[in-house]
């Protein structure tokens, strides 16, 4: 188990290239918002670029690795490795430049090509482990991968089309597919960390939850796309009571000596805030940017940062200990969470405070990626120090 470690899983190749991409995207973004860099107006539009990439380049690059890494714990069966592995990154990579392109030149058709080719591929991968193995209760996380590739492919041909659909719509549902996503495998994978790690703690985990809170939460998420106001704020209201009584049952207080454990336990807490701030936007009492980055930066910026730090020292062979620079990147990760939200406000942006919390929100959150670029690139792609294959 020697020489060069990167096409050995799919954790390693797809975390380093979301962590880099977070950060470059994020300092682009800011640079674009705030005059410092021109572009032609009748090119893809930097909101559109940004709200895209952040989803279907950022989040799914971490999601992509995360499934195809577990895949092969679940199932024994690697996905892919070597060759095919590298051509899957390479084609998301790709699609990353082709949308980035299209800032300056129309290069849309190509990055919808390379971009529908490798939500395909992906699903066709983790589609062939689980069959083989039977593992037919993990085929709901299939299905939410196979929802992501319909909705990007939706975002394309709004794009492309003369139809007058908005394309941050298919962008905005799958950040809600998303969150399904962060409510079925939080409520699999955070209490199981917190009982592994603090010894003697006893949580409360009632099996109501394991089918109450993805539904409430799904029904919560109809409701606010559908449902008139008054429906669709009781069902999020619903949906984030029923959150909160599964968070608090895992008794998120404890871990706040282990920084490992409290930055995914404080990330799912973000899935009932955006859940309030859904119903209250329903009644026009809070802008849309509101749930979608408490959502977009909250909830999945700091279980993202969670599990990508987890996983990597894991399956490299290291143990599950945050140093300084885990803590540092969390703490920057939940910084860009609070000023980002804070920065929707419409009290905020009243007092003219929304350019200087964008500033803090967008610098911390690519200095916390590129933190976690410079500190694990070298883990994830040199071999696993213990010898053993992954």
């Not at 599964?246 to 930055?263: A, I, Q, S």
Request: proline share 6%.
């Amino acid at each position: 188990m020697t020489g060069f470690g990167l096409w050995r899983l799919g954790f390693r190749p797809f975390y380093l290239g979301a962590a880099l991409l977070a950060s470059t995207a994020i300092l682009l973004w800011l640079a674009l918002l705030l005059g410092a860099v021109t572009l032609p107006s009748n090119h893809l539009s930097p909101v559109v670029w940004h709200a895209h990439e952040m989803v279907f380049g950022f989040a799914l690059a971490v999601i992509a690795g995360f499934l195809l890494t577990a895949s092969n714990n679940w199932s024994g069966i690697l996905p892919a490795a070597g060759l095919p592995l590298a051509t899957l990154c390479l084609i998301w990579f790709l699609a990353r430049m082709a949308m980035a392109l299209s800032l300056l030149h129309d290069q849309i058709v190509l990055a919808a090509m390379l971009d529908i080719t490798f939500n395909a591929l992906l699903a066709t991968l983790l589609f062939r482990v689980l069959w083989l193995a039977k593992l037919w209760k993990n085929f709901s996380l299939l299905g939410i991968v196979t929802l992501l590739g319909a909705l990007n492919a939706w975002f394309y041909i709004t794009l492309l089309s003369d139809t007058p659909s908005n394309p941050l719509y298919p962008i905005e549902m799958a950040l809600l597919a998303i969150m399904m996503l962060l409510v079925i495998m939080g409520g699999r994978v955070i209490p199981n960390f917190t009982q592994n790690a603090i010894r003697g703690i006893s949580l409360w985990k009632p099996s109501f939850f394991n089918g109450a809170t993805p539904i409430t939460t799904l029904l919560g998420i109809i409701g606010w796309v559908t449902a008139p106001p008054r429906i669709a704020f009781v069902l999020c209201l619903i949906a984030a009571a029923i959150n909160t009584a599964r968070w608090v049952g895992w008794k998120p207080w404890k871990t706040f000596r282990h920084p490992m454990l409290c930055v995914l336990q404080l990330g799912y807490a973000w899935i009932p805030i955006t859940l309030i701030c859904m119903g209250l936007e329903s009644f026009g009492l809070a802008p849309r940017s509101l749930p979608v980055h408490a959502l977009a930066t909250g909830a999945m910026g700091l279980i993202i940062a969670g599990m990508i730090t987890r996983t990597a020292m894991g399956h490299t062979g290291r143990p599950i200990i945050a140093s300084r620079i885990e803590t540092t990147f969390f703490l920057l990760i939940g910084t860009s969470a609070i000023t980002r939200v804070l920065a929707s406000l419409p009290s905020i942006q009243a007092d003219n405070w929304t350019n200087p919390l964008l500033i803090t929100a967008g610098t911390t959150w690519a200095l916390g990626f590129l933190m976690y670029a410079i500190r694990y690139a070298p883990w994830l792609w040199r071999p696993r120090i213990d010898g053993r294959p992954g």
